[in-house]
């Protein structure tokens, strides 16, 4: 089972990195638009003296591995040379194998999109599965153990860094348009790694709690938490309902509490990742023991 587990994971490493190097090259190099980190500097060394950023890459992370090794796990460290070895195969792939013409200098906010959308898609999908392409990454988890400093600072400051030093070869129109495909990247990044498809998580606080839990499990066929309240103000003890429904669930859900007891409070939240029984999408799943464990949890820390 493990083995099956970090050949998956290898697997959708691999995936990311030709789709991160497929945007890079297709939509970065050929509409000279920058990039952030050590692939922004790689792009520099290309456009200034014609160095190939699938060798560049490398060569500049083998001194980051080197020095950043013992900041990982084992799995994490070889999950990170596999992410930045196999980035840059498909940089050289795309380069001179594979080519297409992708050209949109005459629309450089369309070419601002689809870099941002290939490259923090293929981001996130390394990221998603446990690994990364090294250079900043590495630099930041450097940083972080021996000085505190917070991983995301760091990495903004060094995107930051190279993104203004791209300026030795590129416009301000073509910076500002490289902004806006970093802007894109960041939040392909959060919707793949939190999940695209978002549940909804319910708290019911109702009077009538367990005729509204026993229909939410006859009606709806989804499994529901009785926790113990008490409330702030009135002082008298209630049970509350927590549960947990797919999006297109919610309505029906609430017709449902509506019927039963008009003035209960409801509260409704977003739930990035759910997994186990009861949902056909698998990132949006939840098993009652998860869910019981949880409120139990939540118990002992009041």
Same mark, same amino acid.
């Given at each position: 089972?493990?083995?099956?587990? &970090?050949?998956?994971?290898?697997?959708?490493?691999?995936?990311?990195?030709?789709?991160?190097? !497929?945007?890079?090259?297709?939509?970065?190099?050929?509409? *000279?638009?920058?990039?952030?980190?050590?692939?922004?500097?790689?792009?520099?060394?290309?456009?200034?003296?014609?160095?190939?950023?699938?060798?560049?890459?490398?060569?500049?992370?083998?001194?980051?591995?080197? $020095?950043?090794?013992?900041?990982?796990?084992?799995?994490?460290?070889?999950?990170?040379?596999?992410?930045?070895?196999?980035?840059?195969? !498909?940089?050289?792939?795309? &380069?001179?194998?594979?080519?297409?013409?992708?050209?949109?200098?005459?629309?450089?906010?369309?070419?601002?999109?689809?870099?941002?959308?290939?490259?923090?898609?293929?981001?996130?999908?390394? !990221? #998603?599965?446990?690994?990364?392409?090294?250079?900043?990454?590495?630099? %930041?988890?450097?940083?972080?153990?021996?000085?505190?400093?917070?991983?995301? &600072?760091? *990495?903004?400051?060094?995107? $930051?860094?190279?993104?203004?030093?791209?300026?030795?070869?590129?416009?301000? =129109? &073509?910076?500002?348009?490289?902004?806006?495909?970093? !802007? /894109?990247?960041?939040? *392909?990044?959060?919707?793949?790694?939190?999940?695209?498809?978002? $549940?909804? %998580?319910?708290?019911?606080?109702?009077?009538?709690?367990?005729?509204? %839990?026993?229909?939410?499990?006859?009606?709806?066929?989804?499994?529901?938490?009785?926790?113990?309240?008490?409330?702030?103000?009135?002082?008298?003890? *209630?049970?509350?309902?927590?549960?947990?429904?797919? =999006?297109?669930? /919610?309505? #029906?859900?609430?017709?449902?509490?509506?019927?039963?007891?008009?003035? $209960?409070? +409801?509260?409704?939240?977003?739930?990035?990742?759910?997994?186990?029984?009861?949902?056909?999408?698998?990132?949006?799943?939840?098993?009652?023991?998860? +869910?019981?464990?949880?409120?139990?949890?939540? =118990? =002992?820390?009041?």
């Amino acid at each position: 089972m493990k083995w099956n587990l &970090q050949t998956k994971n290898i697997l959708f490493i691999l995936l990311g990195a030709a789709i991160y190097a !497929f945007g890079l090259v297709n939509f970065n190099m050929k509409n *000279m638009l920058a990039e952030g980190g050590v692939t922004g500097i790689t792009l520099i060394l290309y456009n200034l003296l014609s160095i190939d950023p699938a060798v560049s890459n490398i060569v500049l992370n083998i001194p980051l591995f080197f $020095a950043g090794w013992r900041f990982f796990k084992r799995n994490e460290f070889i999950y990170t040379l596999i992410g930045t070895f196999s980035l840059s195969f !498909f940089l050289y792939i795309f &380069q001179h194998w594979i080519t297409f013409d992708f050209s949109l200098t005459h629309d450089l906010f369309l070419a601002a999109l689809f870099a941002g959308a290939f490259i923090g898609g293929g981001l996130g999908v390394i !990221f #998603r599965y446990g690994g990364t392409t090294g250079g900043s990454d590495i630099v %930041a988890r450097i940083t972080h153990k021996k000085f505190g400093w917070a991983m995301s &600072q760091t *990495m903004l400051v060094i995107d $930051a860094a190279v993104i203004i030093i791209s300026l030795c070869y590129l416009d301000y =129109r &073509q910076m500002m348009y490289t902004l806006v495909g970093v !802007f /894109v990247g960041a939040k *392909m990044i959060d919707v793949i790694q939190k999940g695209a498809y978002s $549940a909804k %998580a319910i708290m019911i606080f109702s009077k009538r709690s367990e005729t509204i %839990a026993k229909q939410i499990i006859s009606v709806l066929d989804r499994s529901v938490t009785l926790m113990d309240g008490k409330g702030g103000y009135t002082g008298k003890e *209630m049970n509350v309902l927590y549960c947990v429904v797919s =999006r297109n669930e /919610v309505f #029906r859900l609430k017709s449902l509490i509506h019927e039963i007891d008009p003035n $209960a409070f +409801v509260t409704v939240n977003d739930v990035h990742e759910v997994f186990g029984e009861g949902f056909a999408n698998n990132d949006v799943e939840m098993t009652t023991k998860f +869910v019981d464990k949880t409120s139990r949890s939540g =118990r =002992r820390n009041r």
